[in-house]
C-alpha cells in the first residue's frame, strides 16, 4: 500500500486573501513487487508565500515511480486567492484541493482534484469580505459569511483532512 501527499498551496496576499488547499491525497496497492524493485520518490514542497495583490503559490506535485512500471502522482493544493478585482489573482487556484476564494470581490474557490481532495471555499453571497477556506481531502472548504448584520466577516474554515490505516515500518 501506498500514501502519497502532495504540497499545499500557500495563502493569498493582501486584504481580505483566502487559505490555500491542501496537497492531493492519493492511496492505493501496488501489484505484485519483485525484491530489488527500485521506487522513486519526490515530495512536493508547500505553495510559496506572496506579497499583497498575488495569488498563493501552489503547492508542488508528489510522485512514486516504480522502476519499470507506472508513477503516480498527487497533485499540489491550489493557492488561495489575493486582494484584486482581477479573477487571475483573487478567484482560488485549482490543485489536489482547492484554494479558497478572496473575500472582499466574493470569489469562487478553486476545483479539487477528483479522488485526491475538495473545492476551495468561495463566494458566500453576503457582500461581506471573509474569504473561502481552502479545501481538505475530506471535506471542502467553507465559504465566507458574516456575523448576520453584514458588518464583520468572517472567514470560511479549511476542509478537514483524512486519515489513513496504513500501519507499519519503512
Known sequence: EYLLVAGGGGGGGGYYAAGGGAGG??????????????????????????????????????TLAVAGGSTFTSVGGGGGGGFASSN??????????????????????????RGQGNDGGGDGGYGANGSGGGGGAGVAGGSYGNDGAGTSAIGGNGGNGLASNITGSS
Open 88 to 113: 487571475s489573482i483573487s478567484v482560488g487556484a485549482d490543485g489536489g484541493s482547492g484554494g479558497g476564494g478572496q473575500g472582499n470581490y466574493q470569489k469562487a474557490g478553486g476545483s479539487g482534484t
Open 25 to 62: 491525497r492519493l492511496t492505493g496497492t501496488l501489484e505484485e513487487v519483485t525484491p530489488g524493485t527500485t521506487f522513486t520518490v519526490t515530495i512536493g514542497a508547500g505553495g510559496s508565500a506572496v506579497n499583497k495583490q498575488q495569488r498563493g503559490g501552489n503547492g508542488a506535485d508528489s
